[in-house]
C-alpha cells in the first residue's frame, strides 16, 4: 500500500493498563500489527507498563499528540490520565470493550471506584471521539444507551495461528490424562461466579463421575478474598482435591489445559465478550455457558446457552455431552462454523475499512 494513499500516516493506541497475557493488551498488540504491515506507524501508549512489556509499550507521559494523527482509545476501566488523553490534539475512536459493573466490585473498594469512573469517563467520551468502535453487540448497545451515535462492531481480532506455535506439556497432560476435566478460563473475580461453577462440578463429580477434575485457570490480584472463599467453599463440598486454581498460567500451560479439557463452563454473569469462549471453541472443547452479559452475541449459536442455573441439571448435561460422542461433535461442528466470523482476513479488514473510509467520511476528510 503507497503511503501517500494513507489518510494518517500515525495511527497510535491507548489503555490506561497492560499485563502480561491480558485480552485487551494482547487485543492493541494485534491491532498493532495489523496497522504496521499496511503501512502506518504505530505505537502504543499506557499509564502502567507491565515489566514484560517494557520494550514494546510506551508510557503515557512520552506523548504529546498530533493533530494530524489518530488515537485509537481503548477503554475498560477508569483511569486517573483522562484529562490529558482527551486535551490531546489528534483525531480519536473510541474502542469501547466494556466495564465491569461496581455491585461485583464491592469487595475491592479501590476496583469500584474506578469501574464507576470509568462509566463518568466513558459518557464523556462522546464529546471528543469522531466515533465508537465496541468489541460485540453488546457493548455496541451499552454505547447507544449513553448516547453515541456512531458506533460499529470491530470484532475481537485472535490470530490462532499462534496456537500451532505452542508446547505440549506433558507433566500437565499426565496429571489430567484419563480424567474428565471441567475447565473456565477468567480472572478470579466475582462477576465470574467461579463458585456457581463449583456447584455444578460438585454434582457431577459426586452423582456421576468420581475420576474427574475442574480446573480454574486465572489471575486474582485485588480480589484474594474471593480465591480463599472459593477454595473454603471447595473444602466444604469435599472436593478439594479434584479442584485446580491455578492463578495465572503461561501460555503453553494455556494451551495444554485446553488441549486436556473435555468441557469449558461458564457462569458468569457479566462480560463484555469473553475471549476463552473462542479459544475453546478452537481446542474443540465443547462450551457450556450462563446466558449473561454478550455470551449470547459471542457464541452466535454455538454451545450451549443455559436460561437458568440447575446444577443438578447441568452436571446431567455434562455428561450427556462426555458420554455420548455423537451429541458431541454435533456441538463442536457448530462451534467450528461460528469461527469462520473470527477469520484473521475477514477482522484484518474491518479494521481497515473503519479506518480508511467510515472514519474518514465522518471527518470529511
Known amino acids: 500500500m503507497d503511503k501517500k494513499e494513507l489518510e494518517f500516516r500515525y495511527i497510535h493506541q491507548f489503555h490506561s493498563g497492560s499485563a502480561y497475557g491480558d485480552a485487551i493488551t494482547n487485543y492493541m498488540f494485534k491491532i498493532q500489527e495489523i496497522l504496521q504491515d499496511n503501512g502506518y ?20 507521559s512520552t506523548y504529546e499528540g498530533d493533530q494530524n494523527n489518530l488515537l485509537l482509545i481503548h477503554h475498560s476501566m477508569g483511569f486517573d490520565g483522562f484529562k490529558k488523553i482527551i486535551s490531546l490534539p489528534d483525531k480519536k475512536i473510541l474502542i469501547y470493550h466494556n466495564i465491569t459493573p461496581p455491585n461485583f466490585l464491592l469487595s475491592n473498594p479501590t476496583m469500584a471506584s474506578y469501574a464507576n469512573l470509568g462509566y463518568q469517563q466513558v459518557e464523556e467520551y462522546k464529546n471528543y471521539v469522531a ?58 473475580v466475582p462477576n465470574k461466579k467461579q463458585e456457581d461453577i463449583l456447584k455444578c462440578f460438585y454434582y457431577y463429580h459426586k452423582h456421576i463421575n468420581k475420576e ?92 450451549i446457552l443455559l436460561s437458568e442455573k440447575n446444577y443438578l441439571e447441568i452436571s446431567e448435561l455434562i455428561n450427556q455431552i462426555v458420554s455420548n460422542e455423537r451429541i458431541k461433535q454435533c456441538i463442536i461442528n457448530k462451534q467450528k462454523e461460528r469461527l469462520h466470523s473470527y477469520k484473521k482476513e475477514q477482522t484484518d479488514y474491518k479494521l481497515l475499512q473503519v479506518i480508511k473510509h467510515r472514519f474518514s467520511q465522518l471527518l470529511r476528510i
Open 41 to 60: 506507524i504505530s505505537d502504543i501508549f499506557v499509564e502502567h507498563v507491565a515489566p514484560e512489556y517494557e520494550d514494546k509499550l510506551k508510557h503515557l
Open 131 to 188: 466515533m465508537a468502535l465496541a468489541d460485540s453487540e453488546y457493548n455496541r448497545q451499552e454505547l447507544y444507551r449513553m448516547g453515541y451515535s456512531t458506533v460499529e462492531v470491530l470484532p475481537i481480532i485472535i490470530d490462532f495461528k499462534k496456537f500451532e506455535n505452542a508446547e505440549t506439556l506433558e507433566d500437565i497432560v499426565r496429571k489430567f490424562n484419563n480424567k474428565t476435566n471441567l475447565l473456565f478460563v477468567g480472572r478470579i
Open 212 to 303: 474427574s477434575n475442574l480446573i480454574l485457570i486465572g489471575g486474582y490480584d485485588g480480589f484474594e478474598d474471593y480465591r480463599k472463599y472459593l477454595e473454603n467453599f471447595a473444602e466444604e463440598l469435599k472436593i478439594r482435591e479434584q479442584v485446580f486454581l491455578t492463578g495465572r498460567v503461561s501460555f503453553d500451560e494455556l494451551i495444554t489445559y485446553y488441549k486436556v479439557a473435555d468441557v469449558f463452563i461458564s457462569m458468569s454473569e457479566h462480560e463484555g465478550f469473553c475471549i476463552p469462549l473462542l479459544e475453546a471453541m478452537h481446542f474443540d472443547v465443547p462450551v457450556i455457558a450462563y446466558n449473561a452479559g454478550a455470551i449470547p452475541s459471542t457464541l452466535a449459536g454455538a454451545g
